[in-house]
């Protein structure tokens, strides 16, 4: 079924297409469309999108007083593919523009982040600090594993940081193979474990890259048969995780799959106060001057960087918290929920 070759003609046709003077040329659009829907109706009888595509012309015709017989446009012409199911691979691995050609309808999206001691902020944006000492699921759904192990931040302290990321795509037959790819300390690479790229020799295999913002500092991961992307940051030592990661992605996992840090937050028995007690390494005063500096707004991003700095003694942990910052300035739709006040 080709149902969404002709949703991204349609789509393509229209995008410049707007207000009350667009009309013949809108007409001859959805006469291409429909043309486009015959054609694949024989293979397509049983797909729900392009059912509902052919009764969506209908009404439009009628809402815009198109005749049926008149002009179409030739198809857009497109680029050779790689192999002979190259057209609906592309299609499929744009998770964005397929969403849109079935709910017509941008897709949501949900950010989540795990920085310094770690502080997580989940796609619900509560905001936890955990002491979780070993390895964690941050995400664990259909398309992607996503696990943090964290070690002490300092000797005898109860404060811990990740020192490793482990994230795991998931093998999507119409788009990618597995990928590995694992950060450590002093080791962040610009490849998967299998020293690729990309998402390999599929036809959506381009819609998973690698970019190297920081050499050895600063990846990012472009995920878009799923709508998704990572970054990965090293700062002093310690390394941070965020994601903007399309809802249907976010959400897609099962009662079993209950143990995710970015879904539900520390468990409660891992969960730390901002305000730590006792003699720290830093005073609590030189730690609120430096954090300043950086993080002028007092929202929960710098209490974080206060009580990395003050449990840590190390200065560059200012660099963490606002690199979660502005990872979460990029990736939330919401400017309002950039800052959380507890």
Not at 42 to 59: K, M, N, P, Q, W
Not at 195 to 216: D, F, H, K, Q, T
Request: proline share 6%; with cysteine; hydrophobic share 35%.
């Amino acid at each position: 079924c080709k149902i969404l070759r002709c949703n991204s003609e349609y789509v393509a046709a229209t995008l410049h297409l707007r207000g009350p003077d667009r009309g013949s040329a809108f007409c001859t659009a959805l006469r291409s469309y429909s043309l486009c829907t015959r054609r694949t109706a024989r293979t397509c009888r049983g797909d729900l999108a392009f059912h509902s595509a052919v009764h969506g012309i209908e009404d439009l015709m009628i809402q815009n007083n198109c005749s049926k017989e008149g002009p179409t446009a030739p198809p857009r012409p497109r680029p050779p593919a790689p192999n002979p199911h190259g057209f609906e691979s592309l299609d499929i691995c744009d998770y964005e523009r397929s969403f849109l050609y079935k709910h017509g309808r941008p897709p949501g999206f949900q950010h989540c982040a795990a920085f310094g001691d770690p502080h997580i902020r989940t796609f619900h944006d509560d905001f936890h600090t955990c002491r979780v000492e070993g390895s964690w699921p941050l995400l664990d759904n259909d398309y992607l594993f996503v696990q943090a192990t964290s070690s002490p931040v300092a000797k005898g302290s109860n404060a811990t940081v990740t020192s490793k990321l482990t994230i795991i795509f998931k093998n999507m037959k119409e788009c990618i193979d597995q990928k590995v790819y694992q950060a450590e300390l002093d080791n962040v690479p610009a490849a998967f474990q299998d020293g690729s790229v990309n998402g390999g020799a599929r036809p959506g295999g381009s819609s998973l890259v690698i970019w190297e913002r920081s050499p050895g500092r600063h990846v990012e991961i472009r995920a878009g048969y799923i709508g998704t992307t990572i970054a990965v940051r090293q700062a002093g030592r310690q390394l941070s995780f965020s994601i903007r990661a399309a809802e249907e992605v976010a959400q897609a996992f099962t009662e079993e799959q209950d143990l995710q840090l970015c879904v539900g937050g520390c468990p409660h028995s891992q969960r730390m106060s901002r305000s730590p007690r006792g003699r720290g390494r830093v005073p609590a005063e030189t730690a609120r001057a430096v954090c300043r500096e950086m993080l002028p707004v007092e929202d929960v991003y710098f209490q974080s960087c206060v009580f990395d700095v003050v449990t840590s003694g190390d200065t560059n942990f200012t660099m963490a918290a606002h690199g979660a910052l502005e990872d979460a300035r990029l990736f939330l739709s919401d400017a309002e929920k950039l800052h959380i006040f507890q």
